[in-house]
């Protein structure tokens, strides 16, 4: 009779055991589930995915010729005649081509179109990311326009991520890729400033494209290097250059500018810094808190 009292004590503490066990299982599981989406948030999802000829042993990574980055984003690319059937849909099934961004073109802009093979630019980024300029069509002064993408060759597929539109100067643009917390960017720059000639105005143009719903959005647009030569009271012709250094952060991009204005023996006749800091609206566009420091300075402000 005394032994009963015990064994039902025994029994109660062993289910409450169990049940704080249960609890603690429970919770880690929730815990990890979190984890788990929060790491598919920070993973883009494939938009196409193209089968690739396997041409290693199993278990590489398909390798990539410059025929492959064509036919992967535009289907109507036919690889036997190097042409482009521009009223083709993109791999996505969407229109390939903006007639807005097609109206300065030089040469033809509709129906089959020559392209080269090897005017695709690829750009590796981390973790086996390709970012692809696919140049279809020329335009005024030596620029170019074409599908841009973003692409991961897996083994015996690849897999699209997002496909816009950029243009630019085909021997001065460059892609990076960069994360803004779980935001994937794609950074363009087009540097007009390379092999400026002495006393010459010139450009380097920053654009920020945004990967949203399987398109590339230019969030943003601002020039990293800037020179301007103008005459000024006292001072001569005097220049006026303006550099920027984007740092990209977990909710923002941080924009550090600088304007220098030098006479014609480099000496220094004024000096400003700001930092501007561009936060991302819903829209997907990338706004400014203040307005560049070269409005300021070149209006003599």
Known sequence: MTRRPRLERWAKALAGTLGLAGLVACSSKVQTTKIEDRARRNVPIPICLQSLERRGVAGVVSSLKPEDYWSIVLPGFDAASSSLDTSAPNCAGRPAFDPAELRD???????????????????????????????????????????????????????????????????????????MGPHLLIAATDDGCAKVEPNK?????????????????????????????????????????????????????????????????????????????????????????????????????
Not at 251 to 271: A, F, H, P
Request: charged content about 25%; hydrophobic content about 40%.
């Open 105 to 179: 073109v030089e040469g033809p802009r509709a129906g089959n179109i020559p392209v080269k093979v090897d005017q695709a630019m690829v750009a590796a980024g981390p973790d086996g990311f390709r970012v692809v300029w696919l140049k279809t069509h020329e335009l005024v002064g030596g620029h170019a326009t074409g599908p841009l993408a973003l692409l991961r060759p897996r083994e015996g597929y690849a897999e699209v991520y997002a496909i816009g539109t950029y243009r630019g100067n085909p021997k001065t643009s460059r892609f990076s890729l960069e994360r």
């Open 201 to 301: 105005a010139c450009e380097t143009q920053y654009s920020v494209y945004l990967l949203r719903a399987g398109h590339l959005l230019r969030a943003a647009t601002f020039p990293l290097d800037r020179i301007e030569y103008r005459h000024t009271p006292g001072s001569g012709l005097a220049e006026f250059r303006l550099t920027a250094t984007p740092v990209f952060q977990e909710s923002s991009l941080r924009v550090v500018e600088q304007v220098v204005v030098r006479d014609g023996m480099q000496n220094t006749i004024r000096k400003a810094d700001l930092e501007r800091v561009f936060t991302l609206r819903p829209d997907g566009t990338l706004v400014a808190s203040a307005e560049s420091l070269w409005a300021e300075i070149s209006d003599g402000r």
